[in-house]
């Protein structure tokens, strides 16, 4: 073998293997180098925005198989927040990663993204209805916890207990308040807190009884007979035919209550006696002399025929030329009609919302009608303020 030959030889010995090893060596370095070999190795080491970085180089195979893996992901950080292992930050910090490029278009991980933000406003309102309860504000409290999703079951459970303990302190507290107001008769203002409590919790039979307890104390002195002297003077006059004259007829108007219907009518046992301060005044004599003298009898002639005739009573002679007339007239004025009572009016029912009286009571035994408000007769005829007494004797 020559020298050349042997120097061949030499070669092909050092150079095939070295070749071999570089081949295979290059071989390893492109299979390792792969997109899908480099995603392999980052899911093993959790490092997800290597995964999502080269999910644009995949095939679309492996592209698919790459969503669906990361999709598991997804899904365990969603059930990891909603369990509370990580924060809402971390949470949507990876749903932020993976959506913006690997699972932009992903039905399933952006209706996850819509629990994890639903149950973070969630719970962020049981914290607020936590902080507002420790502060006393209970029915911000209240508010707060209504607002804790039915899905988030532990604090749904959780707030609905609170709800609870929320609506007992605070009804307790207006009952309370309530009782304060009744101790010193301020029974408007104990009905308002009731009311606004009510408002809120509807279906509370406490508050609705202390209502009904407020209700009975404030409205109890209505009820029964009211009496009081008012003159009918214009309304005798019209009817006697002598409109125009000052007449003076201070009859008993009568107001009743009994808690549904109120009436009003005259005393008719009062007629009499309001016919003698009427022919006591001399302003209503000097009107009925002043009407005899047109029918051509004088004073003199007037006063001799009374007293002929009526043993000088004019209240005999009224009454018996008149009498009919004056109780039809004051009959007239009669009504009865439904009501209902707040504080401050009482309403009549039978005539239209827009009617009713405004009152005031300084104490059980009296009761003041400051004003009427509406159009139906005969209830405008009075003139107001009128003060009315349990008993006139």
């Known amino acids: ?30 299979w390792y ?9 980052a899911f093993e080491v ?77 719970r962020e309102a049981y914290s607020d209805g936590v902080r507002f309860m420790e502060a006393r504000d209970y029915l911000i409290a209240i508010d707060r916890f209504e607002m804790v999703v039915e899905d988030d079951v532990k604090y749904r459970e959780m707030a609905d207990r609170y709800i609870e303990e929320c609506r007992t302190i605070y009804i307790s ?33 406490a508050l609705a009884a202390k209502l009904e307890e407020v209700a009975a104390l404030m409205y109890s002195d209505i009820e029964g007979k009211w009496y009081t002297s008012y003159d009918f003077g214009d309304l005798i006059a019209a009817e ?8 003076y007829f201070p009859a008993e108007l009568v107001f009743e209550f009994d808690g549904t219907k109120m009436k009003m009518y005259v005393n008719e046992d009062s007629i009499e006696s309001a016919l003698d301060a009427m022919t006591a005044d001399k302003e209503s004599m000097e009107a009925l002399y002043a009407v005899a003298e047109q029918y051509g009898v004088n004073k003199f ?6 007293t002929v005739v009526y043993g000088g009573s004019y209240t005999r002679f009224l009454m018996d030329q008149y009498g009919t007339e004056i109780s039809n007239a004051l009959n007239s004025f009669k009504c009865e009609i439904n009501y209902t009572a707040d504080s401050r009016k009482i309403h009549l029912e ?30 405008n005829v009075l003139s107001y303020p009128i003060a009315l007494k349990r008993k006139m004797r």
């Open 1 to 30: 073998m020559t020298k050349k030959k042997k120097a061949i030889k030499l070669i092909l010995i050092i150079v095939l293997p070295v070749l071999l090893v570089l081949g295979a060596v290059g071989g390893f370095f492109i």
């Open 33 to 41: 180098f792969q997109p899908i070999n480099r995603v392999n190795r």
């Open 46 to 122: 959790e490092n997800y925005a290597t995964v999502v970085e080269l999910w644009d180089r995949l095939n679309i195979d492996d592209a698919e198989d790459v969503q669906d893996r990361l999709y598991a992901v997804v899904k365990d950080y969603h059930d990891d927040y909603i369990d509370e292992k990580i924060s809402y930050e971390e949470t949507v910090d990876f749903f932020d990663l993976v959506t913006a490029n690997a699972l932009s278009n992903h039905r399933k991980t952006r209706k996850l993204r819509a629990e994890i933000d639903m149950i973070y406003e969630s």
């Open 173 to 205: 507290i207006v009952i309370a308040e309530a009782d304060e107001y009744i101790n010193v008769e301020k029974y408007e203002l104990a009905c308002e807190v009731l009311t606004d409590a009510l408002e809120r919790f509807p279906d509370d039979e």
């Open 240 to 247: 006697m035919g002598l409109s125009g004259y000052n007449l």
């Open 301 to 306: 002639e007037a006063d001799v025929l009374v």
């Open 350 to 379: 039978d005539t239209g919302s827009n009617n009713y009286f405004s009152y005031s009571s300084d104490n059980s035994n009296s009761l003041n009608l400051t004003s009427y408000t509406g159009n139906t007769d005969p209830i």
